[in-house]
């Protein structure tokens, strides 16, 4: 960690690209596993444009790819989109050879576009097409997840509003999935459009069907201590603090999985258009668990939002009225220590995206998770 994130990370990155004036060098997401592996991402300018390149150490990766030592560790770097865990990468986002995926998915396409919307490196890929006639999402994972991805959408698509699978390439890791329309909740509140109430997101929940092959889906507390553990690698002035937080907002204990939940159920999942929740994306981790976590990972991630939103009262207003709606549908205490861990979790942000004086920002959400705490005997809404 400290070769990639220190002052020389940029000169390690500048060491193995060969050819062309290399300038700024910027991370733009750290993945880190005290003790065991650690993955970055740059944005680097080659020769006037930008370029996407991965370090990683810790991780089995192949042995050609470009390496350098540093610190005792051997450090293996990639460009985007050649990333040896998603093979798949290349292919999604040339445009030739997405045109012929399209052909064999019976939507051809002349003028076809492709944009990069996520990318987590050796983990997953979002990549959006656009044609004349459609728009379509070409999801890239690990090819040995591909077939599940797929079938769990179909499992899905005929009970809850999700992107319909159009067809998958297994050898390379890709599932096409259709546009939903819709703006994102968080857009909506953002803008002081029309909302859906806490009720009607428990209801697109419950739609959510349980079958016996549902796998178990954890609860935010279930997280804590893996989130702890890097939080007090990278601030260890701070290791009391966080180590008492974690025993606060730890394991509940209550591990029976007793409906079908989401995951990572949070405002930039929900699709709603005029006031009505249009769609729900992101249900790969959907499975068996409890109703009150997801209601918790939502409003963790609404108290969290409204600290760096450029609405903030308007998000603050909208969580007071989900804790309102929620707390009569689950245990309201219960609800307020999974909130406080599922902030917790968040709080891992800032050092991830390498934000700007991010351990004052990490600080400050722990601060909040404080607070979620202080709330469970006082029955009170820290988000307002």
């Known amino acids: 960690m400290a070769a990639l994130l220190g002052e020389g990370g940029p000169d390690l990155v500048r060491s193995v690209l060969a050819g062309g004036s290399v300038g700024a060098v910027r991370i733009v997401q750290v993945r880190y596993v005290p003790r065991r592996n650690i993955t970055v991402q740059f944005v680097v ?21 470009p390496s350098v030592e540093a610190a005792g560790h051997r450090i293996a770097f990639w460009r985007f989109p050649h990333d040896p865990f998603l093979p798949g990468l290349a ?8 045109r012929g995926l399209l052909e064999t998915l019976g939507a051809a396409g002349r003028d076809v576009r492709v944009r990069t919307r996520t990318y987590r490196a050796g983990r997953r890929a979002v990549v959006e097409v656009t044609t004349e006639e459609a728009r379509v999402f070409l999801k890239v994972v690990r090819p040995h997840r591909t077939r599940a991805l797929h079938d769990h959408h179909v499992a899905l698509a005929d009970e809850v509003p999700i992107p319909h699978s159009l067809g998958l390439a297994a050898d390379l890791g890709i599932v096409a999935l259709e546009a939903m329309p819709g703006r994102t909740l968080r857009d909506v509140v953002e803008a002081g459009r029309a909302r859906p109430s806490g009720r009607a997101l428990v209801d697109l929940l419950n739609r959510l069907p349980l079958s016996p092959t549902s796998g178990k889906v954890a609860g935010p507390d279930d997280r804590v201590a893996d989130h702890a553990r890097l ?3 990278v601030l ?15 394991p509940l204990g209550d591990d029976s999985a007793s409906v079908a939940a989401h995951g990572d159920f949070h405002l930039g999942q929900v699709l709603v258009d005029e006031g009505d929740i249009v769609g729900l994306v992101d249900v790969d981790t959907a499975g068996a668990g409890r109703r009150v976590n997801d209601l918790a990972q939502m409003l963790g991630h609404a108290a969290t939002v409204a600290t760096i939103s450029a609405a903030p009262a308007a998000v603050r207003s909208y969580g007071a009225d989900l804790v309102r709606d929620f707390d009569a549908v689950v245990d309201g205490a219960a609800l307020r220590r999974k909130t406080a861990a599922a902030i917790f979790g968040l709080a ?27 709330s469970v005997d006082t029955m009170s809404t820290p988000i307002v």
């Open 231 to 233: 939080l007090e690698a």
């Open 236 to 250: 260890p002035r701070q290791a009391g603090r966080i180590a008492d937080l974690a025993r606060r907002a730890g």
């Open 91 to 98: 292919s999604a986002v040339d445009a030739d050879r997405v």
């Open 45 to 65: 300018t080659v020769a006037g444009a930008e370029v996407m390149v991965t370090a990683v150490s810790g991780l089995d990766v192949p042995d050609d790819l």
């Open 348 to 374: 891992t942000g800032p050092f991830r995206v390498q934000e700007e004086d991010w351990p004052a920002r990490t600080s400050e959400r722990l601060a909040l998770v404080e607070a979620w705490l202080d």
